[in-house]
């Protein structure tokens, strides 16, 4: 099983950025997708997921309006679009696969939001 994440980067504020995680050794199609974040010294939070189908989505306060997930159940790929990035998005990334009973990380992306 693998998540891999990538897109991170070095961004100004204001800047845009899209996260890919692409996931493999297992049915992608059945699991709920979440992508987190974590700063150092702060707790992981959920910034946004969506159902396996694709159809449901749900975000932080702190993202809505200017982030957006997706999915590709064909490519086996999650996605996250970053618009009007602040500094206080900056964290590392992580994506997650979650069905009852099981759940898959990936190692995580660093996005740095900084002029």
């Known amino acids: 099983v693998q998540l891999v994440e990538s897109g991170g980067g070095l961004v100004q504020p204001g800047g845009s950025l899209r996260l890919s995680c692409a996931a493999s050794?297992?049915?992608?199609?059945?699991?709920?997708m979440s992508w987190y974040r974590q700063d150092p010294g702060k707790e992981r939070e959920l910034v946004a997921q969506?159902?396996?189908?694709?159809?449901?989505?749900n975000y932080a306060d702190s993202v809505k309006g200017r982030f957006t997930i997706s999915r590709d159940n064909a490519k086996n790929t999650v996605y996250l679009q970053m618009s009007s990035l602040k500094p206080e998005d900056t964290a590392v990334y992580y994506c997650?696969?979650?069905?009852?009973?099981?759940?898959?990380w990936g190692q995580g992306t660093q996005v740095t939001v900084s002029s």
């Open positions: 997650k696969a979650w069905r009852p009973a099981n759940e898959y």
């Open positions: 050794g297992f049915t992608f199609s059945r699991y709920d």
């Open positions: 969506i159902a396996r189908a694709g159809g449901s989505t």
